[in-house]
């Protein structure tokens, strides 16, 4: 079967394929899961994992940051051609995701939440997000119950509140931001 005629999922297996042809002990990939289907996404990191199984080093490139959280061990952030974080996936997405943060969805009362919020010791920043508060803060849950229990003694009505996991695309985002250049 001619090569032009595969589905982008095969075209990029045979890729990967000629590549380990001569059985190196790195391979760099460049946005390996681009244009795949959810499928041969799958299919494409399942290979990636066995393949580090058998000792292979594998450096990859992408813009599909949730899906290195799954795929790698370590991670470097590059911007502007410098190396702005570097380490154990966890541990980058824990060194620039400081303090914890919530989602709080009220009813009609955004502004009346967000100014009770922001003079708060513990919060660090409140934006909206998606017609939420998002608020980041430092503590622990039993700061958090303190947090929701100031708006709900303030007579806001809450109908949402949720953390959020800080993940590798926040991470990027910070390391990145134009205040830590």
Do not use: W
């Not at 244009?35 to 594998?58: C, F, N, S, W, Y």
């Not at 702005?84 to 824990?94: K, L, N, Y």
């Not at 909206?128 to 229990?149: F, M, P, R, W």
Request: proline fraction near 3%; charge should be negative; hydrophobic fraction near 45%.
């Amino acid at each position: 079967q001619a090569v032009d005629t595969l589905s982008r999922g095969l075209k990029q297996r045979l890729c990967l394929a000629r590549a380990l042809v001569h059985d190196p002990a790195v391979l760099l990939l460049d946005e390996p899961a681009s244009g795949l289907d959810p499928r041969a996404r799958v299919e494409m990191r399942e290979i990636l994992k066995e393949l580090q199984k058998m000792g292979k080093t594998i450096v990859i490139s992408s813009h599909i940051l949730p899906e290195l959280t799954e795929l790698c061990t370590m991670v470097g952030i590059i911007d502007q051609g410098r190396m702005r974080a570097t380490g154990p996936v966890q541990d980058v997405i824990r060194q620039l995701t400081s303090g914890r943060r919530l989602r709080i969805t009220v009813l009609g009362q955004k502004e009346e939440a967000a100014a009770l919020l922001k003079p708060l010791a513990m919060i660090h920043a409140v934006t909206t997000v998606n017609g939420a508060l998002e608020a980041e803060y430092e503590g622990d849950d039993s700061t958090a119950a303190a947090i929701l229990q100031t708006l709900t003694a303030a007579g806001i009505k809450v109908s949402a509140f949720n953390q959020l996991e800080g993940g590798l695309e926040d991470a990027f985002l910070k390391a990145t931001s134009e205040d830590d250049r």
